[in-house]
């Protein structure tokens, strides 16, 4: 067994983050689990994990928030071994019709909300020379598809913060690692799947093929498992002893889609992708504008 | 949710196997789990899941082992939807010092076992439209190392009868797919770990290199995490109804980033890199150790 | 004799035309006969340089990407004079240099607003006149450090990376209108652009950093070698090609002995090679001015 480990990890209130926080409790770590509303979201969560699971209001965009919470679960735990930066959200809509508000939102959760819990978390761990960040990216992080352009700039960027934090905190032995699962069943795609305006009042140019998408995704979401793989591979991450590496795809698809994109010429790929006409991303976008056409 | 599936798995008294069977059992599905001694093992690994968990005998070099268990399945589902080749233990010892019955019972659990577990499932997955075939192989297929020579043989030979079946049996709807575990904390590196007789006597040509590198693979071992998310990969695998499943799937972090380093690298490369690395623990050490004696051969 | 066709004039939008690589190319676009119109935040102070002997091919237009009236300006300004615009070049940026802990919400807001926003805004400001001429190219300046990433200039890798993510669902949307879309992914050139002090950290500029002392030695170094970096001329003539070619374009386009050199390492390691050999560098400059100073003197445990 694994000594215990104090890890902190954001956007718990459920998907991967809940699951995460559920399967670390179970092997007996301490998790501080932040969520946006707890008074809401944590009775389900801790439910069988109390003294396990401290549930704790955070929101990534707040910064003060984050520094409050920070200190507070280092004055209560004395350290946190791993930050697991979990926290996103989706946009669903083609790159044209994302307005500057939807694209900084996005940037500001899923980017920015990474680094500025990582600034305050960051110094606990330099004194100690020791820690483990782990940031929670995805495929769309080392791939780009239509109709996820938003989603796509903000995983990329989320990567090449990932590697250029782990060059930079290496000389503390903190390791930074990124983990990109493939397509899970959880309410991302489903209850908080957001999608830009446009799409939403139904009058996106490309309204058609990002319905598609979304609808193709769903069902490909629902044929596939939930997020017990994304849980129980960041557990291991946070427990394992030897240096870890710089990106772990989760899941079969993420696992071949990144060693195929790493073989494959860009024009390869390219021709690969557009290929596809099969249920799910993108195949379901391609195949909607093979058979409408564009306006 | 994916619908109730009827699973059969072998090696489940402990590890990897144990763990698959009650992550299969907890999500609902029906497990028949296998091992060679259920009397000792079985209760431990069904609490809990008395309800959709058989456990009942299979050794699998023993043929009439497995007719039964398929009986069992038969008479009880009528249907089998997945088999996890599960079994399987590893050998230590230099290739030629390993004796003639040390080579043909590994290769008879971990590659004839295999065979013979595919051969009795295939026709009832056939019967009823289809089904999935995973088998366990091992970080060590693609990672050939010294001291595991007789192991690494069993796994790359099942590598080539998965890619093999799966080609031959995809006119029948089974899809074939190898599932490889990196070095995962479980009776692996201790109880289902075999030394050779050469070693254990304490007469092996690399006596010294072979204990050193074993208390490696053991402190490695020790500071792994359990088989968990092996057992949920496979699940999940179980569970997915996307079509085909890959060939080929490294579980945990090690095995993938191994995967991608070894495929990285020519031959040469790679065999440069072991030569003259100066990193510790196994395989590194074997390496260190031997690099004066192969100087004076190789330059 | 027949005399090859000459190539029909494009109408070319560039953007942050006023110094280095957009000047350049906007002179070089001229120089071949092309109709260029040049966007700048100030044009009263840098245009003049940009245009002159090529008053009839450069016109200048007030533009900050940081604005959406002004995107859509400059888009209609350049209607309004040539009735089409055949292609955008999406050149103007900014740097940031300092450590990822140490970046501040404004300074990483400025940098995106810019960065990534900025060219998302000036490009969707295009597309309605492209999707009617029903062609168009979209060719947008990103960088080795949109491909790759190092210490020192996260925030940076960070804009262009999302920068690569944005594009690369771009073109797989704009394909049917038969736009195309192309990133040119340059390497280190001798351009104004680096190492003004307004592109560091506030933290960096106040000397009080955890990470000074690395980051003090990357900039150094890359002042030593912007001066024996080639000058950008050899990027403008490339973009000049991507607007010409008349065959579909790559999606990455790659300019530069650095890039040419390290992209296929890149791309034929694995992630762990790649990151041994960053780290095993000590070259003057990026990445090895960073490492060497980590070497030399290595941080000890910092109580807060």
């Not at chain 1, 549930?55 to 910064?63: E, F, I, S």
């Not at chain 1, 960027?157 to 000389?171: C, D, H, K, S």
């Not at chain 3, 900014?94 to 990534?116: P, Y």
Request: with cysteine.
């Amino acid at each position: 067994m694994a000594d215990p480990q104090v890890v902190l990890i954001t956007g718990a209130s459920q998907g991967f983050g809940a699951a995460t926080a559920r399967e670390l409790a179970e092997r007996g770590h301490t998790v501080i689990a932040t969520m946006r509303n707890p008074d809401r979201d944590a009775p389900a969560l801790i439910e069988g994990y109390t003294g396990r699971i401290y549930p704790q209001r955070l929101d990534v965009t707040d910064a003060s928030m984050i520094s409050a919470a920070v200190t507070a679960a280092l004055d209560q735990h004395g350290r946190i071994d791993a930050l697991i930066n979990n926290a996103g959200v989706s946009l669903f809509g083609a790159v044209e019709e994302i307005t500057d508000e939807e694209l900084h939102h996005i940037l500001d959760v899923n980017v920015v909300g990474a680094m500025r819990v990582i600034g305050a978390v960051a110094p606990s761990m330099r004194a100690r020379c020791s820690g483990k960040i782990i940031n929670v990216s995805s495929m769309a992080g080392l791939i780009g598809g239509p109709a996820v352009g938003g989603y796509c700039a903000s995983k990329f960027a989320l990567e090449a913060i990932t590697e250029a934090l782990r060059y930079e905190l290496q000389p503390w032995s903190i390791q930074v690692v990124a983990v990109e699962p493939g397509v899970v069943n959880t309410e991302m795609l489903h209850g908080n799947l957001s999608a830009i305006a446009s799409v939403r009042e139904g009058r996106s140019r490309y309204q058609g093929p990002t319905e598609a998408l979304i609808k193709g995704l769903r069902a490909a979401a629902n044929r596939r498992q939930g997020p017990r793989s994304v849980a129980s591979q960041l557990a291991d991450l946070v427990e394992i002893a030897e240096p870890l590496p710089l990106r772990v795809p989760i899941g079969d698809d993420a696992i071949r889609i990144s060693q195929q994109r790493g073989l494959m010429t860009d024009d390869e790929w390219e021709g690969f992708l557009t290929s596809l006409r099969d249920e799910g991303f993108p195949g379901s976008y391609f195949r909607v504008v093979e058979e409408q056409g564009v306006g | 949710m994916a619908d109730s599936k009827v699973v059969l798995i072998t090696g489940t008294s402990t590890g990897i196997g144990a763990d698959t069977a009650r992550e299969l059992a907890a999500r609902g599905h029906h497990v028949i789990a296998t091992m060679r001694n259920p009397d000792r093992d079985g209760p431990r690994v069904q609490a809990g899941f008395e309800a959709n968990m058989d456990v009942t005998r299979c050794d699998v070099t023993d043929q009439s082992s497995i007719d039964a268990a398929f009986a069992l399945t038969q008479e009880k589902y009528g249907r089998l939807d997945a088999l996890v080749n599960n079994a399987g233990y590893t050998t230590y010892g230099a290739v030629l010092e390993q004796t003639e019955e040390e080579v043909h019972r590994v290769f008879d659990t971990n590659l004839y076992g295999v065979i013979r577990m595919m051969r009795a499932a295939a026709p009832i997955m056939r019967e009823s439209g289809g089904g999935k075939i995973l088998n366990v192989t091992s970080i060590a297929a693609r990672l050939i190392g010294p001291l595991f020579g007789v192991y690494c043989a069993t796994k790359t030979g099942l590598e080539a009868v998965s890619e093999a079946t799966r080609y031959e049996l995809a006119r029948h709807g089974i899809q074939v797919c190898l599932v490889a575990p990196g070095i995962v904390k479980t009776d692996n590196q201790w109880r289902s770990f075999d030394t050779s007789g050469a070693f254990n006597d304490g007469v092996s040509e690399y006596q010294e290199t072979m204990q050193g590198m074993l208390d490696e693979v053991r402190k490695v071992a020790s500071g792994r995490p359990g088989g968990r998310l092996n057992a949920v990969q496979m699940a999940d695998l179980i569970e997915i109804d996307e079509q085909p499943l890959p060939l080929r799937v490294p579980v945990g972090e090690d095995t993938i980033r191994a995967f991608a380093n070894r495929a990285a690298m020519s031959d040469d490369e790679w065999e440069t890199m072991l030569w003259t690395t100066d990193q510790e623990g196994y395989p590194f050490g074997f390496f260190k150790n031997e690099r004066a004696a192969r100087a004076q051969h190789f330059g | 004799m027949e005399v090859a066709e000459k190539l029909a004039p494009r109408v070319v939008i560039v953007t942050g035309a006023s110094r280095g690589v957009g000047r350049e190319t906007a002179r070089e676009l001229a120089f071949r006969g092309h109709q260029v119109v040049a966007t700048m935040r100030n044009p009263d102070r840098d245009g003049p340089a940009v245009v002159q002997g090529f008053e009839s091919h450069i016109q200048v237009a007030a533009c900050d990407i940081t604005s959406r009236n002004a995107t859509e300006a400059a888009a209609a300004f350049a209607l309004e004079q040539h009735g089409r615009i055949d292609a955008l070049v999406n050149n103007a940026a900014l740097l940031l240099i300092g450590a990822i802990e140490e970046v501040v919400d404004q300074e990483i807001h400025d940098l995106f607003n810019t960065n990534l926003t900025g060219q998302m805004r000036m490009t969707q400001a295009v597309l309605p006149a492209m999707r009617r001429q029903q062609g168009g190219k979209i060719i947008t300046v990103s960088s080795l450090a949109g491909r790759i990433a190092g210490p020192a200039f996260g925030s940076y890798c960070a804009s262009k990376w999302a920068l690569e993510g944005l594009m690369q669902a771009l073109r797989y949307e704009l394909a049917p209108f038969g736009i195309e879309v192309s990133l040119i992914t340059m390497g280190a050139y001798r351009t104004e652009m680096q190492f003004k002090s307004t592109f560091t950290t506030q933290k960096l500029q106040d000397g009080t950093s955890v990470y000074q002392a690395p980051c003090e030695a990357f900039i150094e170094g890359e002042k030593v070698r912007a001066n024996l970096n080639p000058s950008v001329r050899t990027v403008a003539c490339n973009i000049a090609d991507a607007v010409e070619f008349p065959d579909p374009l790559a999606l990455h386009i790659p300019v530069g002995f650095d890039v040419h050199r390290v992209m296929p390492l890149r791309e034929r390691m694995s992630y762990d090679e790649f990151e041994a050999m960053i780290s095993g560098m000590r070259n003057e400059g990026f990445p090895g001015s960073w490492f060497g100073t980590i070497e030399e003197n290595p941080p000890v445990p910092v109580a807060e």
